[in-house]
């Protein structure tokens, strides 16, 4: 026997432990079913729900999952006014909306989303032709210093009674408020002229009207 044969037959055999393919195994299956994943919540942000049968603007109550059908009556921004035979309802549109050419005035409409507060979050509309929109959540992360402060509660802590006399003043009734800003609340409110306005109420009891398209 020579001392190759000799060398190679007195090496110790390898030996492999099968737990350790194993986790191999299972971190790389692990890879494509993570990205799968991310890909998944990517695709529904904008997803659309089952339809709901409309209920009259008037019957809304507060809901997850509600829907109403009815024209647009008047546009600020990302918000607009639904109105049927029955009232109105203030309709939130998030992001989508900014625009304000989501939708335009006169156009019927049937809107499904959360309804609460007095007004609905939109998840999705249907056109009078069938075309249907997705719409993500309403609104977004907040940004700059004033709403972090706001959010670690150093923000300005407003008197909203106050502020609220101060709108019924200026000859503004049906006052509902919508957000609030660093500085500001947005409110919807009935004007004398009977129309609904959108204004910005300044904490230091500024008020303006915000445009209406």
Known sequence: ??????????????????????????????????????????????????????VAVSAMAPSAAVAAKGEVAEIFGNKFILQDGTGRALVETGPAGESGILVKPGESLTVQGRFENGFLHARQITRADGTVVALGPAGGPPSGLDRLRERVGLGAQPDSEALTGQVQRQGYTNIRFLGRGPRHFDVVAKAQDGRERLLHVGFDGTIREKPSL
């Not at 110790?12 to 993570?34: C, E, W």
């Open 1 to 54: 026997m020579s001392n190759e044969t000799a060398n190679d037959s007195a090496a110790p055999a390898r030996t492999v432990k099968p737990g350790r393919n194993k986790r191999r195994l299972l971190a790389a299956a692990a890879i494509p079913l993570a990205l799968g994943a991310a890909g998944l919540s990517l695709a529904q942000t904008n997803t659309l729900t089952a339809p709901l049968a409309p």
